[in-house]
């Protein structure tokens, strides 16, 4: 068992449900449900995140009723029971998902930990609001965070906050616009992240067009990025319907989500192994390289105890098995055997620090034809 503290958050898609479940159980389950089966097919590691607020403290009771202020107004119409959510995230649990929540406020966090929430998210708009962070930090829960629209100090702060208590932090590089273009995405800024926190899984929090989410995923591989989160949705349509709603432009339907976890695991693979070490070669490859380097060759009738040197040897292909190539040509090696001119000089023929390495030996003689 891994006993890597960042390892949840290692090729991690959060799927953020937030609130479009717009108060009704029915509607969040099958979005729950959809996606579910989307990560199930492509078997992969993914949470499903909805968003807590406890509406009756956290929106100011003379301002309920303010049908100008959009965000209030949202948030009221998507207020959700404790049962309610009970369900959702015993849902998102029997689909095989990880249940994780951005919560708003400090009662939102005893929710939380209530509910069985496994992974605490911190929006970008809460990246130094230190009561709620302070109460966050109380639950032990691993913790990832959304760097968009904050400062350089505010995530400094936030870093050094949760490393001197060793509470797993993931930091998303996020653009706080809905949606985003291609052009705003700036995903240099995980190169930027993984280099200033070292030890810290890096992630792309992406609101972009559904369009261009393919390619964003090869990018943000690349660059290093391993968790992945995307808002989430269903069509408005029969049952669900909800009033003259449609699904925004920074929301991914079931079958975006499935094309972007392709295109991750598509980078995945393309990108290969570890950077930190040199690829090992599979052995298709060195066999077709080997067949492509020359052989040393006898230019006369060598008699043994010659010392090989230019005017002795030239190079050409095929290259035989057990022969010494162009790679192990040193010069002035010993021939311990007659060899007749346009014969191969092989590494049994010859004194040189080559024929007393087994390994390499063994090596010379399984290669060429």
Known sequence: M??????????????????????????????????????????????????????????????????????????????????????????????????????????????????????????????????????????KLPVAVSTGGSSLKDIDDLVKFFDNRNIPLAINHCVSLYPSKAEDLDMNQIDFLKKRYPGHVIGFSTHEYNDTLPSSMYIAYAKGARTIERHIDIPYTGEYAVDDHKVS?????PEDVDKMIRAYKEAQAKCGGSADVKRVPPKPEVEYLDALVRGV?????????????????????????????????????????????????????????????????????????
């Not at 990880?98 to 496994?118: R, W, Y």
């Not at 432009?249 to 339907?253: E, F, G």
């Open 249 to 253: 432009a920074y929301c991914s339907l």
């Open 297 to 369: 060759y006898a230019k006369r009738d060598l008699p043994a105890g010659s010392k090989l040197t230019d005017d002795d040897v030239y190079l050409a292909i095929p290259l035989q098995k057990g022969q010494i190539s162009c790679r192990e040509l040193m010069r002035g090696e010993e021939v311990t055997t007659d060899i007749k001119a346009d014969e191969p000089i092989n590494i049994d023929n010859i004194e040189s620090p080559y024929a007393h390495v087994a390994s390499l030996k063994k090596l010379i003689h399984q290669r060429g034809l």
């Open 2 to 139: 891994s006993t890597d503290p960042n390892e949840i958050f290692e090729d991690l898609f959060v799927l953020e449900l937030a609130s479009n479940h717009w108060k009704r159980t029915d509607r969040g389950v099958k979005i729950i449900d959809d996606f579910g089966q989307v990560v199930r097919f492509n078997g992969v590691k993914a949470a499903i995140k909805l968003q807590f607020r406890n509406v009756a403290t956290f929106v100011h009771k003379d301002f309920r009723d303010r049908e100008d202020i959009n965000y209030i107004k949202k948030t009221i119409a998507r207020e959700m029971t404790k049962e309610q959510y009970a369900t959702l995230i015993s849902e998102v649990v029997k689909m095989g998902c990880i249940p994780m929540s951005t919560p708003f406020d400090e009662a939102s966090v005893d929710l939380c930990e209530e509910l069985g929430v496994k992974i605490i998210k911190i929006a970008s708009s809460d990246l130094n609001d230190w009561m709620l962070i302070e109460r966050i930090a109380k639950a």
